[in-house]
């Protein structure tokens, strides 16, 4: 074998053994591109401990304008698994078809599919179907939100009931609102349409009618209406009974995804949520060392129910 094919053949095994790290770390598993549906664009990757046994799971959707994004962005899970993950949590990063193929309305039905079929196999991946935490960022979380405000008609359809939701910044809650404002947006027109009927259908405020699982809107500071719509619909979800907070970041709309699960007083938070969904949560981090409570308590977390008018805030 010639001096340049041996070199060649030491990069080729260097690039292989380097792609396998990079996909998962040798204390987690990963199962790509599962199909839940016929297209193409419905899959999940599943990332879990490799022990892991009746495990919760945390169900994510990525963003993307309802028109592109994808579950293999570095932002939508490198450091969610490495956080949660770690702590024995199961992390599944969710596909779905988008515009031009389907409207938002039909996104969300194909979350819930997704949905349904990840609680149906997630104990060949040693995960519990009945602790499922949904989450989702941008789009995403308009979409998690608009399935969690119907949420009793997803139990009808054969889901199991899930711990909660957080939503990862949006400001669609209320499509009505934005689309029938002095001056409508013209970003939610092209995405929804001009019919408003259809806007009405695919608000996540005005779907919600019964009381839904614990839900956490996060928000953006540094935006001029997330805070305020999280805000009205976590109200609107308390008086009909639910446990429902905001939590206000100074972050930009992409860091509020890409930063949780860094070591923070913004994850520290999320996790607090995390606990309280039940009552065997809290042991998933005796051990830890959940950071940062000392410097967190000391006014850089403030928080605060919806129903005071006001959000909690970080300052990181």
Request: glycine fraction near 6%.
């Amino acid at each position: 074998m010639m001096a340049n094919d041996i070199k060649t053949l030491i990069l080729l095994i260097l690039l292989l053994l380097s792609t396998d790290a990079i996909a998962a770390p040798a204390d987690i598993k990963r199962v790509a591109d599962v199909q839940y549906g016929q297209d193409t664009d419905q899959t999940l990757d599943v990332y879990m401990p490799t022990r892991a046994k009746n495990a919760p799971v945390i169900f994510m959707i990525h963003g993307g304008a309802w028109s592109g994004g994808d579950k293999a962005s570095k932002a939508e899970f490198e450091n969610k698994v490495a956080h949660w993950v770690k702590r024995g949590f199961i992390f599944i990063s969710t596909n779905y078809r988008t515009l031009p193929k389907i409207r938002p309305i039909e996104q969300a039905k194909d979350i819930e599919a997704a949905l349904l079929f990840a609680q149906r196999n997630i104990s060949q991946w040693g995960g519990a179907a009945d602790k499922f935490i949904l989450m989702g960022h941008s789009s995403g979380a308009h979409l998690v939100s608009l399935l969690s405000s119907q949420y009793t008609t997803a139990v009808a359809n054969g889901i199991t009931p899930w711990l909660g939701t957080i939503s990862l910044d949006i400001s669609g809650y209320n499509i009505v609102k934005i689309l029938t404002a002095s001056t409508p947006s013209a970003f939610y027109l092209e995405k929804f349409g001009d019919n408003p009927d259809y806007w009405q259908a695919a608000s996540p405020f005005y779907a919600l009618d019964n009381k839904i699982p614990p839900f956490l809107a996060i928000c953006s500071l540094r935006s001029d209406t997330a805070c305020e719509q999280a805000t009205h619909f976590t109200q609107k979800a308390q008086r009909l009974g639910a446990y429902a907070q905001v939590l206000a970041v100074d972050l930009s709309h992409g860091e509020i995804n890409s930063q949780l699960g860094k070591n923070s007083c913004y994850t520290s938070y999320v996790d607090d949520f995390i606990k309280t969904l039940s009552p065997s949560m809290p042991l998933m981090f005796t051990g830890q060392g959940v950071r940062m409570k000392a410097n967190c308590a000391s006014n850089q977390v403030a928080p605060s129910l919806a129903s005071t008018g006001s959000a909690a805030r970080v300052l990181d």
